[in-house]
């Protein structure tokens, strides 16, 4: 079983539709993290949260929110989609902050 | 605010060749570098990583990175590539004792021709 899964694999809405990706880890780690991953751009931090009452803004916030509903369970949300969040969505979690990164295996989205 | 830079987009070499994957980041103080490569259609898995001690960091797979403070730069490299080496490269920055999270960069992509 993978340490880190996240639903769904793929997933295709329309703009102004509300979506939630979902992750859950079996790690046992306290840190989650919410990449997006663009063409040419990398990845780029959306949210993370440290424990479960502590949620923090990455560097691309906007137009996202996250729930920390346990210490195993990080899930993002589109409040209303936009063709410009379309792209590839990791879910991460590590021990420390400076640890290696375990990730979930990606949720492709594609706003219409 | 810090910056990771791969200033190579696409790389393409032939099975045997020796590849170099050029990271610059721009951060003064103490920092913890990371490869990280994403095989087609997988999520990203970690190469290797420098915190301190001998510049040059070995990494599965026969890869190997070098941390040159004075040129602020992580250098991936292997001698000779392999058909499933291709593969995104990410180099990814950590500045130490700071509240920051880890920066990526923009990635590099690796085409190996058999």
């Known amino acids: 079983d993978a340490d880190v899964t996240q639903t769904p694999r793929n997933r295709i809405t329309k703009t102004g539709k509300r979506i939630m990706l979902e992750c859950s880890q079996t790690k046992g780690h306290d840190r989650m993290y919410w990449y997006r991953q663009d063409p040419g751009l990398g990845l780029r931090l959306i949210y993370y949260s440290f424990d479960v009452k502590d949620i923090n803004k990455g560097e691309i916030s906007d137009g996202y929110s996250v729930s920390r509903q346990a210490q195993a369970k990080f899930s993002l949300s589109l409040e209303s989609a936009i063709p410009n969040q379309t792209a590839l969505y990791f879910c991460?979690?590590?021990?420390?902050?400076?640890?290696?990164?375990?990730f979930g295996s990606g949720t492709q989205l594609s706003v219409l | 605010a810090q910056s990771v830079s791969q200033h190579n987009h696409h790389v393409i070499l032939s099975e045997a060749a020796s590849l170099e994957l050029g990271c610059n980041y721009s951060y003064g103080g103490t920092v913890n570098l990371f490869w990280y490569v994403q095989y087609p259609g997988q999520h990203l898995q970690l190469l290797l990583k420098y915190f301190s001690g001998d510049p040059l960091v070995k990494g599965i797979k026969g890869f190997e990175a070098e941390f040159i403070k004075s040129k602020f730069s992580f250098n991936l490299r292997k001698p000779s590539v392999q058909w499933s080496d291709t593969a995104e490269y990410f180099c990814a920055v950590f500045p130490s004792g700071s509240a920051r999270q880890l920066t990526f960069g923009s990635g590099t992509q690796l085409t190996v021709l058999p």
């Open positions: 991460a979690t590590n021990r420390a902050p400076n640890e290696k990164l375990f």
